[in-house]
């Protein structure tokens, strides 16, 4: 699967239930719909149709690196400061990577999981 931000292949990040996948250019992360769900309500957190945001049809972005689509740019957190990528066809989310200079290289899906929770936290703030 290559990231709809680079096109270069991403790594998997394998898990006991499912598969993430990082990209080791930009930082970004994707994640099917069942395994994002199931970290969000693992943390306590309404599952992605209900977590809110606006989408913004007209920022551009990558197309879905599974059904290759465009997706779609929703926005949230403070004063919409926060956007995640999802793809209406297969319910895939892309979030970006920190803002960091170095990516990390080896990640565990334990890691994943907790940028994915705080980034969706952040994302419910008005
Ligand atoms: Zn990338
Ligand atoms: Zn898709």
């Known amino acids: 699967m290559d990231c709809p931000r680079c096109t270069v292949e991403m790594a998997e990040i394998p898990g006991d239930d499912g598969t993430m996948h990082r990209c080791s250019d930009c930082g970004g992360l994707w994640v099917e719909p069942a395994d994002l769900n199931r970290i969000l309500l693992h943390a306590n957190l309404p599952a992605l149709s209900a977590i809110?945001?606006?989408?913004?049809?007209?920022?551009?972005?990558?197309?879905?690196p599974a059904c290759h689509v465009d997706l779609v740019v929703v926005e949230g957190g403070e004063?919409?400061?926060?956007?995640?990528?999802?793809?209406?066809?297969?319910?895939?989310?892309?979030?970006?990577?920190?803002?960091?200079?170095?990516?990390?290289?080896?990640?565990?899906?334990?890691?994943?999981?907790?940028?994915?929770?705080?980034?969706?936290?952040?994302?419910?703030?008005k």
């Open 79 to 125: 004063k919409r400061s926060l956007a995640y990528d999802t793809c209406e066809s297969c319910g895939g989310s892309w979030v970006d990577g920190p803002d960091v200079d170095e990516v990390p290289e080896a990640q565990t899906w334990k890691e994943a999981e907790k940028e994915i929770v705080s980034f969706f936290k952040d994302f419910r703030k």
């Open 52 to 64: 809110g945001g606006w989408a913004n049809p007209e920022e551009m972005t990558g197309q879905c």
